[in-house]
């Protein structure tokens, strides 16, 4: 029976996307929607070929991904060390959680307008809003990461004599480093559907500010072409982190 049911959960894992393809192809090549404003999937693959023969898109993903690994190095960096200073100190925590609980819920996208007054159509803006989304994803997971360590192995390193430097690089943060990761990995979605933000701040190039250039030119099928990339791109850093992640995290899997 187990076998039975594996066997099924590979048919449907491979054969999602085709079908959703196939349906979708039917239904507007049917005339059930406006194909002009839903185009099929056939048009959608020759709208990326066509960004991509063009040398539009190699450009559009080198600003984009570059705005993102900056932002995201960024924030990640910050927020590693910022929660690890919350999570491990108690006045640190009372201090900044409420400032950080106040500030966390506010979407990168209310920032644009400020971002184009403070860094106008520079690369610093772009990188900040990236930096924003990012920063708070992670920040939280650190902070309650190091909270959870298990108080056994901190009693234990403390009577062992354990120094401050001992305890925070062999049992704080080994013991987070999950918590660390789980953030990590949720902030790099994060960092992507926040580049649609950054690159609408004033951009002149990425794989975002060309979905506002085509939608202005009703190029719906390069549009959708747009998002699929950004979908993809997304996922390949996500699966590429979660492997990694498996092999520094290899106790947690």
């Known amino acids: 029976m187990k076998k039975a049911n594996k066997v099924w959960e590979n048919v449907a894992k491979w054969s999602s996307i ?8 039917l239904v507007v090549r049917a005339g059930t929607v406006n194909a002009a404003l ?3 999937p056939t048009d ?3 709208s990326m070929v066509q960004y991509a023969t063009s040398g539009g898109l190699l450009t559009d993903l080198g600003w984009s991904v570059s705005r993102v690994v900056v932002g995201y190095l960024a924030g990640a ?7 690890v200073l919350t999570g ?3 006045f640190a925590a009372a201090f900044l959680s409420p400032i950080f609980q106040i500030l966390r819920p506010i979407p990168p996208m209310a920032f644009v307008p400020i971002v184009i007054i403070w860094f106008g159509l520079t690369e610093l803006g772009k990188w900040f809003l990236v930096f924003w989304g990012v920063f708070f994803t992670v920040w939280l997971s650190v902070h309650l990461g190091v909270q959870r360590v298990n108080e056994t192995l901190i009693r234990a390193a403390r009577c062992l004599g354990a120094t401050r430097k001992m305890m925070l690089f062999e049992v704080m943060l080994p013991g987070a480093l999950p918590y660390i990761f ?3 990995r949720t902030a790099i979605s994060v960092s992507f559907y926040t580049l649609v933000a950054a690159e609408l701040a004033g951009a002149f190039a990425g794989v975002a500010y060309r979905l506002e250039v085509t939608q202005q030119n009703m190029q719906i099928g390069q549009m ?6 950004l979908g993809l791109i997304s ?3 996500d699966k590429l982190f979660g492997l990694f992640s498996t092999k520094v995290v290899h106790w947690n899997t």
């Open 182 to 184: 789980m953030g990590l």
């Open 224 to 229: 959708v072409a747009g998002l699929i990339i």
């Open 77 to 83: 960096t910050a927020a590693i060390l910022v929660g």
């Open 38 to 40: 839903f185009p099929p």
């Open 235 to 237: 996922t390949v850093a």
């Open 18 to 25: 085709p079908v959703v393809l196939i349906v979708w192809e």
């Open 44 to 46: 959608v693959a020759v």
């Open 88 to 90: 491990s100190n108690r």
